[in-house]
Nanobody, 123 residues
Framework: QLQLVESGGGLVQPGGSLRLSCTAS????????IGWFRQAPGKELEKVSC????????EYGDSVKGRFTISRDHAKNTVYLQMNSLKPEDTAVYYC????????????????WGRGTLVTVSS
């Protein structure tokens, strides 16, 4: 059974950086598309980034382009989200999610979710 665990969240000042990790157990992520999503208080779930299984192509939401980078480490069965130049509006609970499919998609199609890790950007 696939289980996902996020880590790396915390409190950071505006302009700072964090690296989130999504580590899988139970099955290899090799054939999964992996997405990062976030939900801020009072806002809808937002797609932050995704990495496809087939091509390894990456996608980013407009609000994080140029600041966030998604990557895979197959040996560690882990997906990372490097977050730089953080802004207060990045404050949210960040979730990783997986779908056994070649391409990235929206949250509706993701079938496996971690419990989330809280990122707070504040001075």
């Amino acid at each position: 059974q696939l289980q996902l665990v996020e880590s790396g969240g915390g409190l950071v000042q505006p302009g700072g950086s964090l690296r989130l990790s999504c580590t899988a157990s139970g099955v290899s992520l090799e054939y999964y598309a992996i997405g990062w999503f976030r939900q801020a208080p009072g806002k809808e779930l937002e797609k932050v980034s995704c990495i496809a299984s087939s091509s390894g192509a990456t996608e980013y939401g407009d609000s994080v382009k140029g600041r966030f980078t998604i990557s895979r480490d197959h040996a560690k069965n882990t997906v990372y989200l490097q977050m730089n130049s953080l802004k207060p509006e990045d404050t949210a609970v960040y979730y990783c999610a997986a779908e056994m499919y070649y391409y990235c998609s929206g949250h509706e199609r993701m079938e496996h979710w971690g419990r989330g890790t809280l990122v707070t950007v504040s001075s």
